[in-house]
């Protein structure tokens, strides 16, 4: 879903980055046996605090001034639409 996602909105100056604390050697073969085609990031634990990732998949929106506008914690059918109301 995040791939679409990522590829129907890039147009629209939307940026997709998957955020791992994980090796990222298993994270690399996670990525390529799953198809996942977005951009990655590996950070510290500071950084999973900052932006209290507790639970995954996490999806946190932010705008174009660096404001967090929406965070969803799991799953969710309404993401896309968040996106839309954004753009």
Avoid: C
Wanted: charged share 25%; aromatic share 16%.
């Amino acid at each position: 879903m995040i791939n679409e996602l990522s590829r129907k909105y890039g147009s629209f100056d939307f940026i997709t980055i998957g955020i791992t604390s994980s090796n990222m050697e298993d994270v690399k073969r996670y990525l390529s046996a799953n198809g996942i085609e977005f951009e990655q990031a590996s950070v510290n634990s500071k950084v999973s605090y900052f932006f209290k990732v507790n639970s995954f998949p996490r999806y946190i929106l932010i705008d174009k001034k660096g404001k967090i506008r929406f965070i969803f914690y799991g799953f969710t059918e309404d993401l896309e639409s968040k996106i839309k109301s954004m753009l």
